[in-house]
């Protein structure tokens, strides 16, 4: 019987960055491009409120082992999507899948328990618990959480003591363990934000969602918290997280989606994006480096010059000697009836 293959050793392993990044690399820079291996597959996602459309997503998969970037300006509907993915929101029309398993439908735990996780981009710790309670409540399938095995404590006090024990684990490695038996109210917001991505990796997912994990966070935290990022992804998790920092988005994201008024407008990796007339057009405005021609200027001096009018009560369109006028009769009442019109 032939020997087994020697297994390759661990120096000779790709890092999972590099993994990421060799299955992107020879994607075409276009919306709705299939990925290698997909974790979430998005199909026709729509989700209005009123007659206002937050969301309306075609086709958009994420890469499994990577780090997807989502950004846009403000209002594009990126949290949105975010909700509809986790549970806390329900759309209009589509349908969306993990591993194959459509999440549609499915309330946040449950969604949860499949393996998909998200952070908030205002921490959802719950103050008056402390650290490690926080974390404790991260924790899947626990036996004290039945009635009748409460009651004995056989039942589950082994797998509370294994739970305590990753806790602690995960609190050093985000550098809370000292912290473990304050109340989470009197953490700062950059160390709450790292107790959340602690307490999210407590249910051992395999996609962790984050929103605007900088938001709020002291920038002598921000590299810390950056550097947890990217080791979500060496230990075999797929990331997607909102971000506005364009410098953040190329130093840790494989690829990049990119939405404005509710649509993906381009996808591809970092370096591509700043040279997308799309997501400039989105972010600067469609004529933001276009001259003005001479009429343009002409009607923006008219604007102007009605607004200044309809400020001073003088009717648009006066003559300068209408207007010089109307300023000598309004000084004249004022001293003759005593305004003080220098307020």
């Known amino acids: 019987m032939p020997a087994d293959p020697s297994p390759v050793p661990p120096a000779d392993r790709p890092a999972p960055a590099r993994l990421a990044q060799a299955a992107l690399a020879d994607l075409p820079w276009q919306v709705g491009v299939a990925k290698p291996d997909p974790a979430l597959v998005v199909d026709g996602v729509t989700r209005t409120f009123g007659g206002l459309t937050a969301v309306s997503v075609d086709h958009l998969e994420i890469q499994r082992g990577g780090i997807t970037g989502l950004i846009g300006p403000n209002g594009a509907g990126k949290t949105t999507l975010f909700n509809l993915l986790t549970g806390f929101d329900q759309p209009d029309t589509g349908t969306w899948t993990f591993d194959g398993q459509s999440l549609g439908k499915l ?3 449950k969604v949860a328990r499949l393996g998909v996780v998200r952070t908030f981009q205002l921490t959802k710790a719950l103050s008056r618990l402390t650290v490690m309670q926080n974390m404790l409540l991260g924790a899947q399938d626990q036996n004290g959480e039945s009635f009748l095995k409460a009651l004995v404590p056989g039942t589950w006090r082994r797998q509370e003591t294994a739970n305590t024990e990753r806790a602690m684990e995960l609190l050093t490695r985000f550098k809370l363990d000292a912290k473990k038996d304050d109340f989470a109210g009197i953490l700062s917001g950059g160390q709450r934000k ?3 991505m602690a307490r999210a990796l407590m249910s051992d ?3 962790v969602m984050l929103d605007e994990p900088r938001a ?3 920038p002598a935290l921000t590299q810390s918290l950056l550097g947890h990022v990217k080791d979500l992804r060496e230990d075999g998790m797929t990331v997607v997280f909102v971000e506005h920092d364009m410098d953040v988005v190329r130093d840790i994201s494989d690829w990049v989606v990119v939405m404005a008024a509710g649509k993906i407008i381009a996808e591809g990796p970092p370096e591509s994006i700043s040279q997308n007339k799309d997501v400039v057009d989105a972010y600067l405005g469609a004529h933001h480096d276009a001259p003005l021609t001479n009429e343009e200027e002409d009607r923006v001096l008219a604007e102007a010059e009605a607004a200044i009018a309809r400020e001073e009560g003088v ?10 006028s109307s300023e000598r009769t309004g000084s004249h009442r004022s001293a003759t009836d005593g305004t003080d019109t220098t307020r």
């Open 107 to 109: 309330s946040p735990h």
């Open 194 to 196: 790292l107790l959340e």
């Open 205 to 207: 997912p395999k996609v």
């Open 216 to 218: 709020g966070v002291n």
């Open 315 to 324: 009717p648009t369109g006066a003559s300068p000697a209408e207007t010089l």
